[in-house]
């Protein structure tokens, strides 16, 4: 089991920066990639970013690249999203989830395939105002 608890969320202008966290616990957190996705309203979840168990590859959504990074802290448990250059678009509510059981056992792997995680936070949100 693994438990995921996201936090950081909140109201940001245009422009502006936000960091999200998502503290984990439960099984070994270095042994499994993270990722982290977003749901507006009316939309399908989708894919934002992730970040292998090494925390040596990281991957992102194209709307988001240049903008947003995802970082982890495997001593600390965390897995971080800094959202830098904010948009409007980028209002949604934004989940954090664990590829645990590890798809695969590489230390590079990480999905983007929200498919692949089992494991979901409870979501924070993020309004962006133009």
């Known amino acids: 089991q693994v438990q995921l608890v996201e936090s950081g969320g909140g109201l940001v202008q245009a422009g502006g920066s936000l960091r999200l966290s998502c503290a984990a616990s439960?099984?070994?957190?270095?042994?499994?990639?993270m990722g982290w996705f977003r749901q507006a309203p009316g939309k399908e979840r989708e894919f934002v970013a992730a970040?292998?168990?090494?925390?040596?590859?990281?991957g992102y959504a194209d709307s988001v690249k240049g903008r947003l990074t995802i970082s982890r802290d495997n001593a600390k448990n965390t897995v971080y999203l800094l959202m830098n250059s904010l948009k409007p678009e980028d209002t949604a509510v934004y989940y954090c989830?664990?590829?645990?059981?590890?798809?695969?056992?590489?230390?590079?792997?990480?999905?983007?395939?929200?498919?692949?995680?089992?494991?979901w936070g409870q979501g924070t949100q993020v309004t962006v105002s133009s």
């Open positions: 439960g099984r070994t957190f270095s042994r499994y990639a």
């Open positions: 989830a664990a590829d645990f059981p590890p798809t695969y056992d590489s230390a590079g792997y990480y999905a983007t395939d929200l498919a692949v995680y089992d494991y």
């Open positions: 970040i292998s168990r090494s925390g040596g590859s990281t």
